[in-house]
């Protein structure tokens, strides 16, 4: 009899190898299925990453991620992950070249910011390093956008630098004088009552820390005043022609009526005394040819008759002409007073003007322009008659002091009371003109050399002991002056000069003095 327990154990024995094997070929599909699963998640992760980079990548990893569920073995996937792999490389490659024109880009930026002079020095060396940094190669655009972000921050920080000193960046002191010309011309203008407010605070602006905007608006506000002045003074002359024209119209028309009627009456005339002529001739036929009495005082008494109406006409038409020629001479005589009387508030307008022209608004002496025609007019007095002729050019010693510790509106009214006390202090014969700013000059004939420096010492002395009081403060204003007389052969601009140099001497030895140029 067969043993049938060696079967019987090698059965069981298989069985037991078929479960392992079984189990093993379970642990085997689950290992491939998770490693497939993590393939998938792969594929999805990296067709997020590439998508929108490479069109043709875009596809391949789509059409692996449909396929991969289908493929038995994950090597079915490999000729695809290969072809993948090698579009991979082609795509870094030349992301690579894109990031390094990138740097080299990014270097040429950094030099033009490094050549901005006004970025301050933490900032300078924090580009120098920046563009150190630059030195190193892109690996990732993710090397690159931090660098694009840095070099954005320091665009910011420049240009928010610049926009804060913008208003104030550009002005130079060119810019300062042309304010204080512009102070000065406006002073030397003479506004319309309505615009005085005004220029007085364009003053006030030009001549406190202004900038270069405000600069460019006083420029643009004096021009406008100036163009509104011209304009009226444009409208007013074309209303006087105006006028003029309608007066002229007006007197044409009278006297061309009056030539018509003229004309119609000499008609008029002509055939009353041919009538007359005629009725006399008759008179004589009648004397020649009646011999009888009563015939011919019948006779003449009618030629009499007639000639009596023929003559009362003429009479009664030279009483209408003389009636006629009376209104015409009337109403050209009221033509031609109005239009007397609008020439005359014309020519008063443009006398006012022209006085104006030549007056100082602030301090009313005469200005620069008055002062010109004066010095011509005293020059040729004194080379005509030999006179002896002064300049005297006089400052305020310190009088920005005033401006700055008291206001614009202090100098201004300390302007006007000097000017009025060194008109008050002078002769008629003398003449004085603020000559611009805090500058005034004196044209002095007649004084000789010994009485002059009498003269401008008492001037001086006048200011000096006007008690000013500002803000509750006693504050003395101070003169330097300085003359030069007018020399043979000399021009009188000479002469203004060697002036001018006196009282710059008269500034440097210490202010309140008058120093004699000789
Ligand atoms: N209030 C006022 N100030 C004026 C006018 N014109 C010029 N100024 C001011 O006069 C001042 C002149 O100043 P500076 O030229 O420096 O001379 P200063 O302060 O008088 O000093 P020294 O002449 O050297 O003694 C400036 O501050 C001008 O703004 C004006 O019409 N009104």
């Not at 008109?423 to 004085?432: C, D, G, I, Q």
Request: glycine residues 2%; contains cysteine; proline residues 2%.
């Amino acid at each position: 009899m067969q043993d049938l327990s060696t079967p019987i154990s090698q059965i069981a024995l298989l069985k037991q190898k078929l479960l392992s094997t079984k189990s093993a070929l379970a642990e085997i599909t689950d290992d491939r299925n998770s490693k497939l699963k993590t393939l998938v998640q792969f594929i999805n992760h990296l067709s997020l990453a590439c998508k929108g980079q490479h069109l043709e990548l875009d596809n391949k990893l789509a059409k692996l991620r449909h396929n991969l569920n289908n493929f038995e073995q994950i090597d079915d996937a490999l000729p695809e992950l290969m072809d993948i792999e090698r579009l991979l490389k082609n795509s870094y490659n030349h992301t690579k070249l894109k990031l390094e024109d990138s740097r080299q880009g990014l270097i040429r930026v950094i030099r033009q910011i490094q050549r901005v002079n006004s970025a301050p020095d933490k900032l300078k060396k924090e580009i120098g390093y920046a563009k150190q940094d630059l030195d190193k190669p892109f690996h990732t655009i993710w090397d690159y956008i931090p660098k694009v972000e840095q070099l954005i921050g320091f665009y910011e920080s420049i240009l928010a630098q610049d926009l804060k000193g913008a208003d104030n960046y550009q002005i130079l002191p060119q810019h300062i004088q042309l304010a204080k010309e512009l102070a000065q011309k406006i002073s030397e203008i003479e506004f319309r009552k309505e615009q005085r407010d005004q220029v007085l605070v364009l003053k006030e602006v030009l001549l406190s820390d202004i900038s270069l905007s405000s600069l460019l608006e006083s420029y643009q506000t004096v021009l406008c005043l100036l163009l509104d002045n011209i304009a009226r003074e444009k409208t007013a002359s074309e209303d006087f022609l105006y006028a003029l024209n309608d007066a002229l119209s007006i007197v044409r028309d009278v006297v061309n009526n009056s030539h018509n009627h003229n004309q119609r009456s000499q008609q008029i005339k002509a055939q009353l005394n041919q009538e007359i002529n005629l009725r006399v001739d008759n008179a004589d036929g009648i004397l020649i040819e009646t011999s009888d009495l009563t015939e011919l005082k019948t006779q003449l008494t009618i030629q009499l008759s007639s000639l009596r109406d023929a003559l009362t006409r003429k009479e009664s038409l030279e009483e209408r002409e003389q009636a006629v020629l009376r209104k015409s001479i009337e109403a050209m005589r009221k033509e031609l007073a109005n239009i007397t009387n609008e020439a005359n508030s014309y020519k008063e307008q443009l006398f006012e003007h022209q006085k104006l022209n030549l007056l100082d608004p602030l301090t009313q002496l005469a200005n620069r322009a008055a002062l010109e025609d004066k010095m011509e007019q005293e020059y040729r007095h004194h080379k005509r008659f030999n006179t002896p002729l002064w300049i005297a050019v006089i400052d305020i010693d310190h009088f920005k002091s005033i401006n700055d510790n008291f206001g614009h509106s202090t100098g201004d009214k300390t302007l006007q009371v000097i000017a009025m006390a060194l008109k008050n202090s002078l002769r008629e014969s003398e003449f004085v003109a603020r000559y611009g700013g805090e500058e005034f000059v004196l044209l002095l004939p007649d004084v000789t050399e010994l009485h002059i420096s009498q003269l401008l010492n008492r001037v001086r002395e006048k200011i000096k002991n006007i008690p000013f009081k500002f803000k509750n403060q006693r504050i003395t204003v101070t003169l330097s002056i300085g003359a030069a007389q007018v020399l043979e052969n000399e021009l009188c601009t000479e002469t203004f000069e060697r002036a001018d140099a006196a009282l710059y001497k008269a500034k440097n030895n210490g202010r309140d003095r008058v120093v004699i140029e000789v």
